[in-house]
């Protein structure tokens, strides 16, 4: 029996050498979480162009949205796992819904083959430009004169990191503020506009339009340091709030028991377009935060995975985020 065994075996192992060393022959789908014109949906959408170029076959961006990014996150954890549909995630959908949700439908860890982190966030404290308030703290100032609650922040979802900076305004300042989710940070930032909303803490890639606009007014920084997107805005912690520091990041995964291979010519390709000069520079203007290159490592990435799992569920807990 074994004698006869060993051949399929052998031919099962040489196809599958055979398909990862051909990888790509068709077209990459790239699943985003988060809706189309959202700061994370634009660089995914900048690095499928590059990632284009380098492997030979398209990469498309599919926009799966819905569930504070449960529904698209699902959907890449139960893709088949040969390389041609990888996803989009970040802090939000891979560790702050685990706090935020009963059942996502995923296990950060069991159900993702990490692949690389390519860019961080901050956000930055927004008002419109019609607001009476021009500093953090006339906007603590008002939220304390007013009923509990009575002072709204928008997001782009439940679980993103604008819900996240809310929420821990809202803890470091011992105040009650009330969350107004979007489908997508362009529909909450226009909440603001309009007067419906009366802040929100968006990523800086997506607000820096708007702040030049003047139709945003920023007031701070959620970061531990100052932007360089924004020099001259202070930190919420200069603002009076001590230690705050809340921040994205955003990276690449595949299903679970994606091969090896594949998830290092990925990792390679990436690694590749993040070193280019003019797209650094590109996406420094923008706002967004890059990693030095080389690029980390799947296992860093994991690495990173879990140390936020053991950190940031436990705040938002603290902070008063109850499950949906």
């Known amino acids: 029996m074994a004698a006869i065994a060993a051949p399929a075996l052998l031919a099962r192992a040489s ?22 014109g959202s700061a994370a949906d634009s660089l995914m959408r900048e690095l499928a162009q590059q990632l284009s170029g380098v492997v ?22 139960r893709s088949a796992p040969d390389g ?7 802090q939000g959908n891979m ?48 939220i304390r004169a007013k009923p509990p609650g009575t002072v709204t922040y928008s997001s782009s979802g439940v679980g993103t990191s604008m819900h996240v900076a809310g929420a821990m305004f809202a803890r470091a300042t011992g105040t009650e503020l009330t969350h107004v989710p979007y489908t997508g940070a362009p529909a909450a930032m226009t909440a603001i506009i309009s007067g419906n909303v009366d802040t929100g803490f968006f990523n800086i890639p997506a607000a820096k339009g708007l702040i030049a606009a003047g139709d945003l007014r920023p007031l701070a920084v959620t970061t531990a340091r100052r932007s360089a997107s924004l020099p001259d805005l202070p930190t919420l912690e200069e603002a009076g709030l001590p230690d705050y520091d809340v921040s994205t990041w955003l990276g690449f995964v595949a299903p679970a028991g994606t091969p090896p291979a594949i998830i290092g010519r990925i990792h390679g390709a990436l690694d590749q377009i993040l070193s280019r000069p003019a797209l650094r520079e590109k996406l ?18 994991s690495r990173l995975i879990q140390d936020d799992l053991a950190k940031w569920p436990a705040i938002l807990r603290e902070a008063g985020a109850k499950p949906e």
């Not at 030979?56 to 954890?77: D, E, F, K, L």
């Not at 420094?284 to 490592?297: E, M, N, R």
């Open 56 to 77: 030979g076959q398209p990469a498309v961006v599919m926009n799966r949205v819905g569930a504070g990014g449960n529904i698209g996150t699902t959907a890449i954890a």
């Open 15 to 36: 196809g599958a050498r055979g398909q990862t060393e051909s990888y790509p022959s068709r077209p990459i789908t790239i699943i985003a979480p988060l809706a189309a």
């Open 84 to 90: 041609y549909t990888i996803g989009q995630v970040s």
């Open 284 to 301: 420094t203007v923008q706002g967004f935060d890059l990693p030095s290159v080389p690029l980390g490592g799947p296992a860093e990435f």
């Open 95 to 142: 560790v702050i819904n685990m706090a935020l949700y009963r059942d996502t439908g995923y296990d950060p860890i069991r159900d993702f083959a990490p692949i690389a982190v390519v860019a961080a966030m901050s956000n930055v404290m927004v008002v419109a430009r019609h607001s009476p308030y021009r500093s953090v703290r006339e906007v603590v100032d008002a």
